[in-house]
Each structure stands twice: as structure tokens, then as C-alpha cells.
């Protein structure tokens, strides 16, 4: 099976930035796609404006339940599920020493458990058909660290792992990474550390936009079937 056009995708953090871009870069390709955050106004939004053969549901990654009950419904809804891209992140950065053990927990439960909670609703499913393709976002910060981000980037180095683990585990089920560099969207939002969101604005000077990440996660999913895209790291220019 080539392209996306007969394939159906599952994408979370569907919503904004990189996966709201991801829906529309698939849906222009003709892929029946099953798509998920908690924001349902925007969700609802997106599907009615692309059509038919997008659908969504309110899903927090968090809740292993309502994640297997989101594949369900996808598979209801179109017949079987090709693909699960796990998109949704979060990154309220801080220094170590201020402490913020609630933004932690919150980033190591939406950006790890929730790509777990992604495979495992997935993976009984892709080993019974002896197909399917997990496209994990992680970032550039699975490959380097700086001040502020060690928790984010332990996610991402986790997911890297996770990823990596569950491509050597499958010769039939295949497993990407992609890891953006800077991507102007509404992540980090929530830093609440005034200091460290300035850093951020400053970094942001250079970015991409989130088509270029969605361009990415397209090319890993249109590849033959006896083709696994291990990994695609994406950074801006001075141009960006
Ligand atoms: P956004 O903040 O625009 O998007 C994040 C998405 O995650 C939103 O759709 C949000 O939806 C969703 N989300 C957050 N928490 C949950 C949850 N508990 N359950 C379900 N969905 C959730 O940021 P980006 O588009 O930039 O981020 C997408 C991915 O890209 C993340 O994994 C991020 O770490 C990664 N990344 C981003 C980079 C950047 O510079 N922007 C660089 C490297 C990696 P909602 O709030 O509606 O639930």
C-alpha cells in the first residue's frame, strides 16, 4: 500500500499547531482520518470544514480508557485503523530548582503515557493484521538538552526510546520518529516562569511553521509498506 489515500489515520493533539497542520497536509491526500483532543469546539470545527472523511472525538491521552475507546471508534467508523500518529504534547518549562512538580507530572503523563496509552490501543490491532505504522512526535530535545527543558526533553528522550524499542520489536508494524526543531505554535503557552517564556520568544525569532513538520509526518506515512521511516529531524534556516 502506497500513499494515504486508502489509509485511516488516527492523529491526536489534532487541535492546533503541528497536528491540526498534520490533518489538513493528510486530508488534501485523501486519507480518512479519526482525529482527537480535548478542545471539541475546535476539533468539530476542522472536521466540518474538511469533510466527510474526517471524524473526531474528544480524547484526553492521559486516560488509557478513553483511548482504547477512541481506536474503537475509529475502527467503527471506517473499518480498521492504518495508522496512529501521537502528536499531543505539552511543555511548561521550568528550571529544576523552582520545584513545579505539578508541570512535571503533567508533561510526563500527557507526553509519555500518553503515547503509550496511543500504542497500546493500538498494537493488538497491527499485530493481528500483521500491518500499521506508529508516528511518535518527540523534538529535537530527544537529542539535546538546555536549561529549563530537562524534564521536556526527558519526555522526548523517553519517547525516542519508546519509539525505537517499539520498532525493535515489530518486523510488521512500523515505527517512526519525528523530531522538529523550533515550530511557532501555541506550545509553551503555559510556561508560567516569566523569565524562561521570554527565552522561549527569543528562540521562536527562528522557527518553522507546522506544515513543514506536517510535510515530514506525511512522507514517513506515504512510504511502501516494506518501508519504515526510523526517523526525521526538521529545523529552521535563518530563513525560517
Ligand atoms: P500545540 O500546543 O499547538 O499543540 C499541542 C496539542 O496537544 C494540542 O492539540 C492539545 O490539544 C494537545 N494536547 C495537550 N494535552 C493533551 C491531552 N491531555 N490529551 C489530548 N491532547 C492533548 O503544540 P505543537 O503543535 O507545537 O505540539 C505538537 C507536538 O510537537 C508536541 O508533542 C510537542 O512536544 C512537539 N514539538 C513541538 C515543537 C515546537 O517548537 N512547537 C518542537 C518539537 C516538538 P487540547 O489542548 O485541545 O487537548
Known amino acids: 500500500m502506497t500513499g494515504v489515500s486508502d489509509k485511516t489515520i488516527l492523529i491526536t493533539g489534532a487541535s492546533s499547531g503541528i497536528g491540526e497542520a498534520t490533518v489538513r497536509e493528510l486530508a488534501k491526500e485523501g486519507a480518512r482520518l479519526f482525529i482527537g483532543a480535548r478542545r471539541a469546539d475546535r476539533l468539530k470545527a476542522l472536521a466540518e470544514e474538511l469533510g466527510d472523511h474526517v471524524a473526531w472525538s474528544e480524547l484526553d491521552v492521559t486516560r488509557a480508557d478513553a483511548f482504547e475507546a477512541f481506536a474503537d471508534a475509529a475502527a467503527a467508523r471506517f473499518g480498521r485503523i492504518d495508522a496512529l500518529v501521537n502528536n499531543a ?133 506515504e512510504q511502501p509498506e516494506g518501508v519504515d521511516v526510523n526517523e526525521v529531524i526538521v529545523r529552521p534556516t535563518a530563513a525560517g
Not at 158 to 177: C, K, M, N, P, S
Not at 200 to 219: C, E, G, H, N
Request: glycine share 8%; charged share 20%; net charge neutral.
Open 89 to 221: 504534547g505539552v511543555m511548561p518549562l521550568s528550571l529544576l530548582a523552582a520545584l513545579k512538580r505539578d508541570e512535571w507530572t503533567r508533561m510526563i503523563d500527557v507526553n509519555i503515557y500518553g503515547v503509550l496509552n496511543g500504542i497500546a490501543a493500538v498494537l493488538p490491532r497491527f499485530i493481528a493484521q500483521k500491518s500499521g505504522h506508529v508516528v511518535n512526535v518527540a523534538s529535537i530535545g530527544a537529542h539535546l538538552v538546555v536549561p529549563s527543558a530537562a524534564v521536556y526533553c526527558g519526555t522526548k528522550y523517553a519517547v525516542w526510546a519508546i519509539t525505537e524499542g517499539l520498532r525493535q520489536e515489530h518486523d510488521d508494524v512500523r515505527a517512526t520518529i519525528i523530531s522538529p526543531g523550533v515550530v511557532a505554535t501555541e506550545l509553551g503557552n503555559d510556561i508560567t516562569d516569566a523569565e524562561v517564556a521570554a527565552g522561549l520568544r527569543v528562540w521562536r525569532q527562528k522557527s518553522l511553521t507546522p506544515d513543514a513538520i506536517a510535510r515530514a509526518i506525511r512522507y514517513a506515512l
